[in-house]
């Protein structure tokens, strides 16, 4: 098979940015599913109910997203690689949601990437899946993820056997970098 020039050579991706139905922090979305989709990758927006999901910049709204499928209708069998993105009232809601928490669980048995960022982490505390990692998160979850058996450390990115975190919106450069190698690594 011959190339043809500017033609990727990789296989598109599917990278499944889970949400709640508000509370996302903008940035935390918009970033990272850029550099999924600028790449030539598949983003889907997964979230707990259908509709849109309301953004936010810290507490302010911030405009909304459509959402693509719904947590009941998404396994680990339909994407290659998943992102949490946090804000306060999203990953606290989410990690309240079963199907989400299913959908967490299945990627991590499966070796499939998972990454969190800021309060994201939640989410993978309440799937039981931190204990005996490293991890970072936004510094005020430092005592919940050490109480579910995670080694907290405060970088900007820390990967630990497919899950990969990051603490802040300040951390966003190298948590695209670490989701486009995820991406890569899934090929």
């Given at each position: 098979?011959?190339?043809?020039?500017g033609?990727p050579?990789?296989?598109?991706?599917?990278?499944?940015?889970?949400?709640?139905?508000?509370?996302?922090?903008?940035?935390?979305?918009?970033?990272?599913?850029?550099a999924v989709?600028?790449?030539?990758?598949?983003?889907?927006?997964?979230?707990?109910?259908?509709?849109?999901?309301?953004?936010?910049?810290?507490?302010?709204?911030?405009?909304?997203?459509?959402?693509?499928?719904?947590?009941?209708?998404?396994?680990?069998?339909?994407?290659?690689?998943?992102?949490?993105?946090?804000?306060?009232?999203?990953?606290?809601?989410?990690?309240?949601?079963?199907?989400?928490?299913?959908?967490?669980?299945?990627?991590?048995?499966?070796?499939?990437?998972?990454?969190?960022?800021?309060?994201?982490?939640?989410?993978?505390?309440?799937?039981?899946?931190v204990?005996?990692?490293?991890?970072?998160?936004?510094p005020?979850?430092?005592?919940?993820?050490?109480?579910a058996?995670?080694?907290?450390?405060?970088d900007?990115?820390?990967?630990?056997?497919?899950?990969s975190?990051?603490?802040?919106?300040g951390?966003?450069p190298?948590?695209?970098?670490?989701l486009?190698?995820?991406?890569?690594?899934?090929?």
């Amino acid at each position: 098979m011959t190339e043809t020039p500017g033609t990727p050579t990789a296989a598109t991706r599917t990278v499944a940015f889970l949400v709640a139905g508000e509370g996302v922090e903008r940035i935390e979305l918009t970033e990272p599913w850029d550099a999924v989709t600028d790449a030539g990758h598949t983003a889907v927006l997964v979230s707990t109910d259908d509709g849109e999901v309301g953004l936010v910049d810290h507490l302010t709204p911030a405009g909304t997203r459509p959402v693509d499928r719904t947590t009941a209708e998404v396994s680990a069998a339909d994407v290659d690689v998943l992102v949490v993105p946090g804000g306060v009232a999203n990953p606290d809601a989410l990690r309240q949601d079963e199907h989400a928490l299913t959908l967490v669980r299945e990627m991590v048995e499966a070796g499939k990437p998972v990454l969190a960022i800021c309060h994201a982490p939640w989410v993978l505390i309440e799937a039981d899946v931190v204990r005996g990692r490293r991890v970072t998160s936004y510094p005020s979850l430092r005592t919940d993820l050490i109480n579910a058996g995670a080694e907290w450390v405060d970088d900007e990115l820390v990967s630990d056997r497919g899950i990969s975190t990051s603490r802040d919106p300040g951390d966003l450069p190298a948590f695209c970098d670490a989701l486009l190698g995820a991406i890569r690594g899934a090929e």
